[in-house]
């Protein structure tokens, strides 16, 4: 009954911001590292940024500088910060768990469903 619960996508215009929000339940949440991923239309699905069970973090060169993860083990939460954002941004964000600190997708064992996020120009 692990659970993966994304909110905080919208509709934003470039050079704008948003902060994407991901609660887990089910899980030790403290021994898992976290992903934020993406997926757009016809593209491959590629992490974007990930954090350890020591707050060692990852991100893909395509946002670092922009993007911030951050987790806070009390409220069981990930978080993202996506700063100026581009059209490109646009895609459906999502949180996965996994037990080791890790972008590849197949590591990860729980996923949540997933939020819009869409960058007008």
């Known amino acids: 009954q692990v659970q993966l619960v994304e909110s905080g996508g919208g509709l934003v215009q470039a050079g704008g911001s948003l902060r994407l929000s991901c609660a887990a339940s089910g899980l030790t949440f403290s021994s898992y590292a976290m992903g934020w991923f993406r997926q757009a239309p016809g593209k491959e699905r590629e992490c974007v940024a990930a954090?350890?069970?020591?707050?060692?973090?990852y991100y893909a060169d395509s946002v670092k500088g922009r993007f911030t993860i951050s987790r806070d083990n009390a409220k069981n939460t990930v978080f993202l910060q996506l700063n100026s954002l581009k059209p490109e941004d646009t895609a459906v964000y999502s949180c996965?768990?996994?037990?080791?600190?890790?972008?590849?997708?197949?590591?990860?064992?729980?996923w949540g469903q997933g939020t819009q996020v869409t960058v007008s120009s």
């Open positions: 996965a768990a996994s037990r080791r600190f890790t972008t590849a997708v197949t590591s990860y064992d729980y």
């Open positions: 954090i350890n069970r020591s707050g060692g973090t």
